[in-house]
């Protein structure tokens, strides 16, 4: 009979919901097969304190009951939690000398596979670093902002757009009473996805992304006072903003003092002070915007990250976690894999093929997995009257 395995797994990056989800599917599953299970705590920086006898092996070793509410022994508590139970390392910055410290970690480990749950950035990290070591390596994407490339969901997604997108629901109803333009700040450094997939789903009338946006100019400043006086002048009162956190300033904004001030701030402040100066007997257009109207802006941040994942994410992360294990079940040497939805199933992509494909794509833009301009959601936005402060084209 073969020997059974012992596996470690570890969340990466930034977190989102949904790891638990695949911690509890990886957990369940390869405790059935009698494999040994290994939490590493806080990403890689988990090898470190092995490498430095801050912790033994022994210490990390958890099961299907390690997370157990008191007395609701085998509630499945993790599939439901969002955040994660065994730490993330977050996006400190990669010290060189820590690397040969994290493969002496590993070495100590004695694993014969590590499951990684992290993002473009992390993955990347991990699998040099797999490669280094020659560790039989499966990587779970996930995000709320959905840059991976090579797979068409990645886990943390879908709950941040649902929670996005009630939120904009939510907010109607104040806005409405108030007659107040909202400006809804959320994550999304250099991919727009979320805001996009968000606003139409939660029936925003403007979307800046930093795919379709150079920067918040006074071309885009002036398009955006127009859209909501006219959505004053011809439906209600009030309108919904879904601004990424990624979308620049004006080039000569971008060095000043105030530079910090988060995106949707400095676009209300522009919004507000084009219109007052704009509002003259000749361009009664722009009036609507002052005086009567006021602007609030919402940064959700961290929110959509830190919320319940929601069952898509639930139903992704426990099938990623089971083909993790069915994939270091099968094989078991030169494992270097990236669980993928593909056409609603779960595959795999040799890693080696996703990490060239990421590192050719950042050679161009920052991200590997931008919002692709002439997509079907940026027609659908379109077709919807949805603002995008695309220039464009003659
Ligand atoms: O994962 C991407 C992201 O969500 C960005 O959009 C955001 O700027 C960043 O993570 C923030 O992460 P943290 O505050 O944890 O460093």
Known sequence: MEKPKRIGILTSGGDCPGLNAVLHAVLKYATSLGWQVYGIPNGTDGFIDVAKNLCQPEDLRIDEHSFDIPGQKGMGVLLFLSGSVIGCRGKKKRLPEE???????????????????????????????AVRGGWNLVAVPKTIVNDVPGTERVVGFDTA?????????????????????????????DAGHLALEAGIAGSADVILIPELVGAIDERVIRETCLKIAQIRETKRKFALI??????????????????????????????????????????????GLIGEVDMRVIVLGHLPRSSPPSSSDRLLAVAFGIKAVDLIARESENLQQMVVWEKGEVHSQPLQEVMARLKQAKQKSPCAAPVHPKGFRVHVAKALGIYLGEEKLA
């Open 99 to 129: 690397d040969d410290l994290i493969l002496k970690g590993y070495a100590k480990m004695g694993l014969d596979a590590l499951i990684a749950i992290g993002g473009d950035g992390s993955l990347e990290i991990i699998y040099e670093l």
């Open 161 to 189: 757009v649902a929670v996005v997108s009630s939120t904009l629901y939510n907010l109607t109803f104040t806005a409405a009473s108030h007659d107040r333009v909202m400006i809804v700040e959320v994550m999304g450094r």
């Open 242 to 287: 879904v601004v990424a956190e990624g979308v620049k300033k004006r080039l000569e904004e971008q060095t000043k003092e105030s530079s910090s001030e988060p995106i949707g701030e400095y676009f209300k402040r522009q919004l507000q002070a084009y219109s007052s100066r704009h509002c003259t007997p000749e361009q009664t257009d722009f009036c």
